[in-house]
């Protein structure tokens, strides 16, 4: 039963944020105001607790999170935010967690975000970050980390880097990714009317404001039309009262039939990119983000182990979509 504090943001986040997304204006004047107001910088707190460092790439910042002694491990964290909005203190505070509990070290592009940028320069840089961490780091040390739109740009950009004869990372971690924008999934639009966050006329408009003018069902923009099999080994988590979610649990079935060990957390009752906020249900999923990564790598055979479903409730069912529970 999802906890109260859970019912409380859903309730917060349906009359706030909410409206960021019933209109394609109202998403502009929210990128309006987020400019006069956004801070990439961690905040006091985990710089105190953290070894960060800021560098470079493209004129962009790049924070980098050192490891404990002797880890060889690193995760390229990216960030969500509709591809409009920066990176917030809830990524930060995730992003700390996962530092101090695995001691991986950790990468985090301030990537260029739209309407001043576009898909272009979005994935020149984190391309170029990806491809500087392999100057240190062999690519099965390496995990690609997103949320939301950055979940979207963590199944792309090893796609990407598959075409350019790049190594894949190791492991995907994708928290509520965005993986199909098309809108072909009629069960979007009911989803949506369950979503106390997502809206489909803002998530079209920032689609549109970064897009650079793929179509929608082009696998740069909506991955689940890309071709899975390149995928490494995927921890997906997705909550029944995400807009995203039919999308997501078509994108596991369909990357298990291409050869991709996926396992998926459901939560039930639970809203967009809930693992970021601090409550009951985002410590299970945090708990479940540190043991995916944990696991020994000898055990890490992408392509030859069964797909494992947890579904965290006891009216969770998500077999409308075909998947199967155990």
Known sequence: MPSLKSHLVSFVLRHSRKKAFSSPENLQRWIAYARKTEDHHPPALIKARLDITETEIGGFPVYEIAPKAGERRRILYMHGGAYVFQITSYHWGLIAEMAERLGFGITVPIYPI???HDFHAMFGMVGDVYRRMLEE???????FMGDSAGGNMAVVLTMMATEDGLPSPSRHVLISPGLDVSLANPEVFEAERQDPWLGIPGGLE????????????DWHISPLYGDLSLLPKTLLLTGSRDMLTPDNLIFAERARAAGVEVDVVYEEGMFH??????MPEARRARDSIVAFLSSD???DQRKSEPITWSVKASSGNPLKTGLANT
């Open 297 to 299: 790598k000898t055990t």
């Open 273 to 278: 990119v809930w693992p970021l906020i601090e």
């Open 137 to 143: 780091t062999e690519a099965e040390d390496i995990v």
């Open 206 to 217: 920032a689609v549109r404001l970064y897009s650079a003018g793929f179509d929608r069902k």
């Open 114 to 116: 739209a309407p001043e």
